[in-house]
Nanobody
């Protein structure tokens, strides 16, 4: 499985971005996919998850502003980010794990300027 994250960029406070995580491989649709982020000088932190059934959960720091969704037909997971804040500035990674393997996307940089 290869994960390809895209959609990052430079935005102003309060604006929106949509990240995409495109995957190759048939296991994509039967596993949960997570988004993590790593801000400069900080540890990587979990942001959101969507299960194979479409159940979602969010870190408190993004709840109410970010929405994770998936299109299994396209093998793609999305992270819609609204009302962006400077503290959302980070490299965003998608992540998938099975019982035996873990996979990380290459990361996409989101910069929120005030």
């Amino acid at each position: 499985v290869q994960l390809q994250a895209s959609g990052g960029g430079l935005v102003q406070v309060g604006e929106s971005l949509r990240l995409s995580c495109a995957a190759s491989g048939s296991i994509f649709s039967i596993n949960a996919v997570r988004w993590y982020r790593q801000a400069p000088g900080k540890q990587r932190e979990w942001a959101a998850v969507i299960t194979s059934f479409g159940t979602t959960n969010y870190a408190d720091s993004v709840k109410g502003r970010f929405t994770i969704s998936r299109d299994n037909a396209k093998n793609t997971v999305y992270l819609q980010m609204d009302s962006l804040k400077p503290e959302d500035t980070a490299v965003y990674y998608c992540y998938l794990s099975t019982s035996s393997e873990t996979y990380w996307g290459q990361g996409t940089l989101v910069t929120v300027s005030s």
